[in-house]
């Protein structure tokens, strides 16, 4: 088996896209024809990827937790080392099929302010109540 050699690592995605695409010919073909605008290696590219992730692994873990006849939705909030405040939300819910315990982190969010009503809304939009 032979030695892969890459060229110098100029970021992770496009690193992987690179690597990737010595394994891929589909993805080969596409790097090597497609005009510079639409080959969408960009930086903004792998930020839309995670945040199209998030938005689907939350609507699954909120629709885990309809389906759930027991649920809770626990926050904390502590400060980051950008010393802004941050809350984490986390949703503990009992699956109903075999009754087992998940816990599962939504996600951080930013909060300006660390008053009840604040974190309030925080964990009403972020737990789809409101938008």
């Known amino acids: ?32 024809t497609a005009s510079r605008s639409v080959k969408y290696l960009s930086p903004k590219v792998p930020n839309e990827l995670i945040h199209c992730c998030e938005i689907e692994i939350r609507e699954q873990l909120l629709d885990s937790c309809k389906k759930s006849k027991l649920f809770a939705v626990c926050a904390d909030e502590a400060t980051n080392v950008f010393v802004k405040e941050q809350l984490s939300i986390c949703v503990r819910y009992v699956d109903s099929k075999n ?18 009503e604040h974190i309030a809304e925080a964990l009403l939009e972020n737990l789809g109540i409101r938008s």
């Open 1 to 32: 088996m032979g030695q892969i050699i890459l060229k110098k690592e100029d970021g992770n995605f496009k690193f992987f896209i690179d690597w990737k695409s010595r394994f891929d010919n589909i993805l080969k073909e596409h790097l090597e």
């Open 99 to 116: 009754y087992e315990i998940h816990e599962d982190l939504l996600g951080f969010v930013e909060s300006g302010q660390v008053d009840a």
